[in-house]
């Protein structure tokens, strides 16, 4: 969606764009805050504090949301994963969600599309939900306030740029791919030092290496 339709929806519903274009897209550059941001400058009927909260209620229910999906499907997934490097996926899946529950619900939404799953990925491991529901609420008002304040008090150079909204969603696209990568990278790695470890365990266990 083009920058001048983004900030035409707000001007036209007012909080209600920002809480349901935030909730449809709320990782990465959250435009709506942003547009919400602009527009309170000149709109008699729309604050600062109002899109703030607003960015942040959508953020914030995107989040359970996923969350909810994750934890749905997440017997079904524990059942139908039998490979041995499979189970070692989802144990360190599991042991870095926990492990990093904070930083990754709360500031995992500043990543373009990755960080839209990142709630998901809790649900499937599990992650307690009273966690979830204080980083994700957490992550939601800083961010919410961020993007808010970024088009509050820099409209003119925010307005500049939405004429390059398309370059500059590009470009974010082009970040992600070397990001994800590096996280996959990240991943995999940690799951072969675990298929190791479980090795060395079994042997120590059984006294016979295989």
């Not at 009927?45 to 229910?61: E, K, N, Q, R």
């Not at 373009?112 to 979830?132: E, H, M, N, S, T």
């Not at 070397?178 to 991943?187: I, L």
């Amino acid at each position: 969606m083009d920058w001048e339709t983004i900030q035409e929806y707000v001007r036209q519903y007012g909080y209600f764009a920002v809480g349901i274009g935030t909730f449809a897209d709320q990782s990465g550059m959250q435009a709506f805050v942003v547009a919400g941001g602009v527009i309170s400058q000149v709109a008699a009927g729309v604050s600062l504090y109002g899109v703030i909260l607003a960015g942040a209620v959508g953020s914030f229910l995107s989040d359970i949301l996923f969350y909810g999906i994750g934890r749905w499907r997440a017997d079904w997934l524990d059942r139908i994963v039998r490979s041995e490097k499979g189970r070692a996926r989802l144990k360190v899946l599991e042991d870095g969600m926990n492990k990093w529950a904070f930083p990754l619900l709360s500031f995992g939404r500043f990543l373009p599309w990755i960080g839209r799953f990142v709630p998901a990925a809790a649900g499937l491991r599990k992650v307690d939900f009273r966690r979830v529901v204080l980083f994700a609420g957490m992550g939601a008002v800083a961010s919410a306030a961020l993007f808010g304040m970024i088009g509050y008090f820099a409209a003119e150079t925010v307005e500049r740029m939405g004429n390059y909204s398309a370059w500059i969603w590009i470009g974010a696209l082009l970040v992600s791919f070397p990001v994800a990568g590096w996280v996959m990278k990240r991943f995999d790695a940690a799951v072969q030092r675990r298929l190791k470890q479980d090795k060395k365990a079994e042997e120590e266990a059984t006294g016979f290496p295989d």
